[in-house]
């Protein structure tokens, strides 16, 4: 059932300066791994998916998760790459799509960190890379990183962005959230090193703000830096990286002074309490009010249920439409959020925007789980 009271929607469809980018509106696509793209090249379907979004009223785009050139940043089959010139002009595609339906469109640069496991396409026979090593039945899967590695990866990043901008992109997002390369870093569970990128907040931040350095100086002072972040992970929806407002507070002085414009926090329920102390503050409330910075607002805006992997890949007709946009917008307007981020509700209706700026709300499509499988 529909928990959307207001009528009046006009904000989102305001345009808003993010990082000196002037969008068009603050409805933004959510990331989202379609693995839609043999040999990591995005084909002509895959820029056709894009620019429906942008046709129907999307005004900030953020790729799905690309590969970077690092040996052992990718793992899954048929993710895009940014690197190669097939994959470089298959996103060239992609962006010419979407700006010739007035959007703008942000590239997402991916390292899987630790979920990439000795054995794993390309190089099979190479470890995986993450915080400290893992050992599984005897043999070594994935390998600690050493500071020559930390240099490779972060030289990785600026390649991939400076492709990036030169295929046409207005902006780069790193992609720091739910349990990949530099969330496993941020994240206390997984990084017990004793060394300079463990132990402290600080020290766990270097290698998100090392790659942010490297980005922002292969780019250049004008293309906004998105940095994606969150709590939770897809192996433990309960995890936190940081604990208080004051630790929030220091992750985001480092990113920003590193280079970041821009945060992308993804949340499942984007209006929980960050943290018990602040029972009015949503995370993405706290990091507008504590960085000063643009602020893309994201989980379950337009569904009734709250992201969980099982759910995307197996359910049937989620409820799609204005689920909670009330309290979203209400935010948007308090000016504790720039920019409201869909996914599942695109992946249902490309012209969910468009809709709900029309006010026909009831010809929304519900999701269902084949959505998830193809491109629309």
């Not at 990183?145 to 990785?156: L, Q």
């Not at 409201?340 to 700026?357: F, H, N, Q, T, Y």
């Not at 709300?361 to 519900?366: G, Y």
Request: glycine fraction near 10%.
């Amino acid at each position: 059932m529909s928990t959307t009271n207001i009528s009046n929607f006009d904000i989102i469809f305001e345009p808003v300066s993010l990082g000196g980018l002037r969008v068009p509106n603050r409805i933004v696509m959510a990331p989202m791994t379609r693995r839609q793209s043999p040999n990591g090249i995005p084909g002509r379907e895959v820029a056709r998916y894009y620019a429906k979004r942008a046709e129907g009223g999307v005004g900030f785009i953020i790729t799905e998760g690309t590969y970077v050139d690092h040996p052992v940043a990718g793992g899954f089959a048929d993710v895009p790459h940014c690197f190669g010139q097939p994959a470089l002009d298959g996103w060239k595609r992609v962006v010419e799509g979407v700006h010739d339906a007035g959007s703008a469109i942000a590239a997402q640069l991916w390292h899987l960190g630790n979920v990439r496991r000795r054995g794993t396409p390309p190089h099979p026979e190479w470890p995986g890379i993450g915080p400290e090593r893992i050992v599984e039945d005897g043999v070594v899967t994935v390998e600690t990183m050493t500071d020559a590695d930390a240099r490779d990866i972060a030289a990785s990043f600026a390649r991939a962005a400076y492709d990036a901008v030169e295929a046409g992109f207005d902006a780069i997002e790193l992609h720091g959230a739910h349990g990949y390369l530099f969330d496993q870093f941020l994240w206390t569970n997984m990084n017990r090193r004793a060394d300079a990128y463990g132990g402290s907040l600080e020290n766990r931040l270097r290698l998100s703000t090392e790659v942010a350095a490297a980005v922002r100086k292969a780019v250049g002072a004008s293309v906004p830096i998105v940095f994606r972040f969150s709590q939770w992970k897809v192996q433990d929806y309960t995890a936190r990286i940081v604990e208080s407002p004051g630790e929030l507070k220091t992750m985001l002085d480092a990113l920003v002074a590193a280079g970041v414009d821009i945060f992308d926090v993804s949340t499942r329920r984007f209006w929980e309490p960050a943290f018990p102390s602040e029972s009015d503050a949503d995370l993405a409330s706290l990091v507008r009010k504590l960085s000063g910075k643009p602020v893309i607002m994201v989980g379950s805006i337009g569904i009734d249920n709250a992201f969980s992997a099982a759910q995307v890949r197996g359910a049937e007709g989620l409820s799609v439409g204005v689920e909670n946009l009330d309290r979203a917008v209400a935010r948007v307007e308090a000016g504790r959020a720039d920019c409201i981020a869909l996914g599942r509700a695109l992946l249902a209706d490309p012209a969910w925007p468009a809709k709900v700026r029309a006010g026909e709300c009831d010809r929304i499509v519900p999701y269902r789980k084949d959505m998830f499988s193809t491109l629309t």
